[in-house]
């Protein structure tokens, strides 16, 4: 990129320069960079200029890591009793 950006500028004077001169070719030179770094810059603009979209705020979302309820899950919450049961509940379940 470094070679084309540089390079194809001083070229493009050298072929222009005979037809119509050192400092006009210069200027033309210059015009089409601008031309290009213009066009470069729309470009750019309409693919990745968009403001992001807003989007609702969902509700609560540790959902996931809440273990209540899962009947019979052992959590910060409870003892691993089933929905709906007690302690002495569970363990005369357990115990048979």
Known sequence: AAYLGLGLPVVLI????????????SAWVAGLVAIVIL?????????????????????HTDAWCDLRPVAGAASRFGTGAPAGQDESAADASRTG
Not at 14 to 25: F, K, L, Y
Request: aromatic residues 4%.
């Open 39 to 59: 066009a470069a810059v729309v470009i750019v603009t309409r693919t990745f200029g968009k403001a992001p979209e807003i989007t609702p705020r969902s509700g």
């Open 14 to 25: 050298g072929v222009i320069t005979p037809a119509t001169g050192t400092v006009d070719a």
